[in-house]
């Protein structure tokens, strides 16, 4: 991917390898105060939570095998949503 | 003690010793890197809380950007003040209302990420309305 300040959107679409409990969504929200001005959604059936909001994305209830799709738009949008899905999909110590 | 250089640090207030350190530890985990510091039980360990124990606690996780107080419940709310009343114009302390778990972790979340106290603050306070599930 190559590097771009340009405002933009990317979606990516990932399935969890494991429940999207506390430490993946604090991670989702460190990674959202580290790019403020980029906006990171996620979806999951009818739940939805900004990745901001640390307690929304945990009250989404996504257990493994949950299809999650990630909005993201802003600043690196591209970036940040790779990110995103790493975090989504990262097995408990290495990424998967 | 995990420390943030410069970050706004929380102080977590419960009549349980247990409580507060369990409390730190998991929202610590959570936050990755926020610094969070438990002040529960009393002087000598009971149930109940101490003024003493949260200024030290205060003076524990303040790193030059304010400190948030998170209480667990009544009288933890008038140690606190009593606390912020002796040290009046000496500490950016600050007392919030906010539900005792998921508050924590929403203001270390904050906290961590580098947001100023008013915005750790104010996540604390959106947690009331926070569905668990």
């Known amino acids: ?96 | 003690m995990t420390e943030g250089l410069g970050l706004v640090g929380i102080v977590l207030v419960s009549h349980s010793a247990a409580l507060a350190e369990g409390a730190a530890e998991l929202v610590q985990q959570i936050s990755g890197g926020a610094t969070v510091v438990p002040a529960g039980g009393t002087d000598d360990g009971g149930l109940g809380t101490s003024t003493a124990r949260i200024e030290a606690a205060i003076d524990d996780a303040e790193a030059g950007s304010g400190v948030l107080i998170i209480p667990d419940l009544g009288s933890a709310v008038l140690s606190t003040r009593a606390v912020l009343a002796d040290l009046a114009g000496e500490t950016t302390a600050r007392l919030v209302d906010a539900p005792f778990v998921e508050g924590a972790v929403a203001a270390a979340v904050a906290a961590g990420g580098g947001a100023d106290l008013d915005a750790v603050a104010a996540a604390a306070e959106e947690a009331r309305d926070a569905a668990k599930f």
């Open chain 1, 1 to 96: 991917m190559p590097p771009s300040s340009d405002d933009g959107a990317a979606e990516r679409v990932v399935v969890l390898p494991k429940p999207l409990h506390a430490r993946p969504a604090g991670q989702l929200a460190r990674l959202a105060g580290r790019h403020k001005e980029t906006t990171i959604q996620l979806v999951a059936g009818a739940k939805k939570a900004n990745a901001r909001g640390v307690l929304a994305v945990m009250a989404m209830g996504a257990v493994t095998g949950t299809e999650v799709t990630l909005t993201v738009t802003g600043p690196d949008a591209e970036a940040v949503a790779d990110e995103a899905a790493g975090i989504l999909t990262a097995a408990e110590a290495v990424d998967g």
